[in-house]
């Protein structure tokens, strides 16, 4: 009797172990941080081959949440007249299917974070296709945004590009709505403020292209545009081309972090824009287009280069000015710019000196420095206006063009990376800005 006891248990125990069916215990969080990290978003992801996930653990759905699920996707997958709502999510334009929709997003409320830990840790093929398709009913848009960075790194090819295929729409309509109030107080305190700025609607999704890292390394940001780079690197071409439509609809909604992401990752989306395959060639200019739509990317290969050279100087020039800082990046056309100045000094046509009245603490004060003649297109990016009286740089007096260069040698001598000027502006107002070099943009 004891060995049939023990061979029945050994017995069922086998059948729970390999049906896919079984609904499994709720899933249960890593106990060391060790086994938590197994399958992080990669910090620093462009470091050695890509790679794709390696799933090591048995994580479960909750049998009701599963099951939920399942009905839906059951029922959408059973149907030809599959499409999408408002919102970019699968539908189905049937009462049924949508009562079934309704009943997921009440159990998804509490528990859409365990989508994403299945995605990225459960061995089992056919629960992590429900979660990746659950994943765009949760309520919470955050959580499905890191979900779709984990499917870049879903090893099963069919599944990894279903769900992708599933998620390019969803990204579009997430990308170019605003915030909800709802929205706002997931992310940000209800504080007036932030509800006056969701009212007036200033700010949309500000962290949906962002993803933190661990607390370990809590100084280290991961730009969600990185997960589509670092995908542009797989062997496929069908997942390079998915991985290039995210970053063109990134380009789309939010141009000035497809613009860091370009930046980032200009060698891959040069070497997309020449690959063999046509697919991924169209792709890559489609993205590189949606930058800057006035300038679209030639299909000629022996262009493509020349064409992305001339929208990274449009995209990214050497001088930034923000108020009172200018930012100055390396670059031919920096060097180009203080080979102007220097012989616009010596020659004595950069200006001429001048007085001007500047208002200290109540009083009026006279000062002399060099008034500025016309300026020529290239030095105007600096900042500098015809008509600027420049009076004291980095706190030294300078009241004639050979001083002034006198000042700026010295300055490159000692390899200065910062300089402050004062000056009047052409309505005598008095100025103030820092250059800070920071060195080349582009690396």
């Known amino acids: 009797m004891i060995h049939k006891t023990l061979l029945l248990a050994l017995l069922l125990g086998e059948l729970?172990?390999?049906?896919?069916q079984s609904p499994g215990p709720r899933p249960v969080r890593p106990a060391t941080a060790e086994q938590d990290k197994l399958n992080a978003l990669p910090l620093y992801p462009f470091e050695g081959e890509f790679r794709y996930w390696s799933l090591q653990l048995d994580r479960r759905m909750d049998s009701k949440l599963r099951k939920a699920i399942s009905e839906l996707y059951t029922y959408?997958?059973?149907?030809q007249e599959r499409g999408v709502d408002e919102k970019g999510r699968p539908n189905v334009s049937h009462e049924r299917f949508t009562k079934l929709r309704e009943k997921l997003v009440s159990k998804l409320a509490k528990e859409a974070g365990w989508l994403t830990w299945i995605l990225k840790d459960s061995r089992n093929v056919?629960?992590?296709?429900l979660a990746a398709f659950a994943l765009f009913f949760a309520p919470e848009t955050q959580i499905a945004l890191w979900g779709v960075a984990y499917g870049a790194y879903e090893p099963r090819p069919v599944l990894r590009r279903q769900f992708l295929a599933w998620a390019l729409p969803w990204v579009k309509a997430q990308l170019q709505s605003r915030f909800t109030q709802e929205d706002a107080e997931n992310v940000y305190p209800p504080t007036p403020e932030n509800r006056a700025r969701v009212r007036e609607g200033n700010f949309r999704h500000e962290l949906v292209y962002v993803h933190q890292a661990p607390q370990t390394l809590k100084k280290t940001v991961l730009y969600w545009g990185d997960t589509w780079l670092n995908l542009m690197r797989a062997p496929e071409s069908q997942d390079r081309v998915l991985a290039l439509q995210m970053l063109e609809i990134l380009a789309q909604t939010r141009p000035a972090a497809a613009a860091k992401t370009l930046l980032r990752g200009e060698h891959w989306i040069r070497a997309n824009l020449i690959a063999k395959n046509e697919a991924v060639r169209r792709a890559a200019r489609n993205f590189v287009t949606a930058l800057d739509p006035k300038h679209p990317c030639p299909e000629d290969k022996a262009a493509v280069n020349a064409h992305l050279d001339a929208l990274?100087?449009?995209?990214f020039p050497p001088v930034e000015i923000q108020g009172a800082l200018a930012l100055l990046y390396d670059g031919p056309e920096l060097d180009a710019m203080a080979k102007l100045i220097n012989k616009m000094l010596a020659t004595g046509r950069f200006g001429y000196t001048a007085r001007g009245e500047v208002q200290s603490m109540g009083h009026k004060r006279t000062v002399q420095g060099v008034k500025l003649n016309v300026m020529p297109e290239l030095l105007q990016r600096l900042g500098l206006e015809t008509g600027m009286l420049i009076h004291t740089v980095d706190g030294t007096p300078v009241r004639s063009c050979e001083q002034?260069?006198?000042?700026?040698?010295?300055?490159?001598?000692a390899k200065a990376t910062s300089l402050v000027i004062e000056y009047l502006?052409?309505?005598?107002?008095?100025?103030?800005?820092?250059y800070l070099r920071k060195g080349p943009r582009r690396r």
């Not at 056919?126 to 296709?129: T, V």
């Not at 990274?312 to 995209?315: A, D, G, K, S, V």
């Open 126 to 129: 056919n629960e992590r296709r």
């Open 425 to 434: 502006d052409p309505e005598d107002r008095p100025g103030m800005r820092r």
């Open 16 to 20: 729970v172990t390999v049906s896919a």
């Open 404 to 413: 002034l260069l006198a000042v700026l040698q010295s300055k490159a001598k």
């Open 76 to 79: 959408y997958m059973g149907t």
């Open 312 to 315: 990274m100087e449009r995209l």
